[in-house]
């Protein structure tokens, strides 16, 4: 009976380390997150930010190379705190946000770069213009959470920041300064703050 115990248990345990061990499913929680971006206007940084999107993230911490990303945007939900201008990013001068209502991201590769950090290599659909972009990730971590008795579930947390040229999106437009130069940069400075949801199994 004490091997018979003694089975059972280890057999537990390889269960549970199996399962610890499989790849996660993660949901973004939007209310939570943040998909922001700044550009130079000037002389100084304009920030602004995407408010509807959505995302899974498959983190595989066994074998981080099988891990993936998938992302969607909408182009009309971008807001810079002035409504003037947040109409003409969605216009065909910028966003084409009628024609062209998404952005989406899709990984294509996932290496670990130090720890808790990874570069993720993906491809960015933004103004009907695909390219690779390669963002710098950092797990920030993973638990339950629960707060005054509430079970929140499993949460985990990510920031990654990329850098890329609008231009090569075919978003060109620009002013030519009285004084010589441009009003706006080329370069876009993309900044995620994620924080994601352990997705549950199927009821049966």
Not at 65 to 84: C, F, G, L, M, R
Not at 137 to 161: P, S
Not at 185 to 195: C, M, R, T
């Amino acid at each position: 009976m004490k091997r018979i115990h003694v089975a059972a248990v280890l057999a537990l345990l390889g269960s549970a380390s199996a399962a610890s061990a499989a790849p996660l499913t993660f949901d973004i929680d939007q209310p939570h997150s943040q998909v922001g971006f700044s550009i130079r206007h000037f002389f100084s940084k304009v920030p602004g930010q995407f408010k509807d999107f959505s995302g899974t993230i498959v983190m595989d911490q066994k074998a981080p190379e099988a891990s993936s990303v998938k992302v969607t945007i909408q182009a009309a939900s971008i807001s810079t705190d002035n409504e003037a201008r947040d109409k003409h990013l969605r216009s065909p001068d910028f966003f084409s946000a009628d024609s062209l209502p998404t952005l989406t991201f899709k990984s294509t590769k996932v290496a670990p770069a130090g720890r808790g950090r990874y570069k993720v290599t993906g491809d960015l659909t933004m103004h009907g213009v695909t390219k690779s972009l390669v963002l710098d990730v950092e797990f920030l971590g993973m638990g339950e959470v629960g707060v005054g008795g509430q079970n929140w579930g499993t949460k985990a947390g990510f920031d990654a920041t990329a850098t890329l040229n609008r231009k090569d999106f075919g978003i060109n437009w620009n002013k030519t300064l009285d004084q010589g130069g441009l009003m706006l940069g080329e370069y876009v400075a993309i900044s995620l703050h994620i924080e994601a949801n352990l997705r549950q199994p199927a009821q049966k």
